[in-house]
């Protein structure tokens, strides 16, 4: 589930003050939403995406679920995938925003 706050601070201290959750919508992901999360998450870090876990979430391997785009990062550059996990280099991390949207679920 993802959930977002009432934006209005008055709103949301008098929410609080209620004793009540100061939520303002709330949603369920799917699966695919849920795995771009975790591919979007993982690759904002150095230690990037562990291929283990995205598997064993996703039930598949990640490079079959992403295979147009892994292979075009890895060939300029932009990515690498070593000890069991997929992560940017230094020259994809600078062009991290740009690229991700790559990943997003149809």
Known sequence: KRRGNVRSIKKYIRELEADQLPVDFEEKLDRR????????????????????????????????????????????????????????????FLLCDSILPAFAPD
């Open 33 to 92: 939403t849920l795995g771009f999360e975790k591919i979007m998450l993982g690759l904002r870090t150095k230690e990037g995406v562990n291929l283990k876990e995205f598997e064993t979430f996703m039930g598949q391997e990640l490079l079959q679920v992403y295979a147009k785009q892994i292979p075009a990062l890895l060939k300029d550059g932009l990515a690498q995938l070593d000890d069991g996990h997929f992560y940017f280099t230094d020259k994809g």
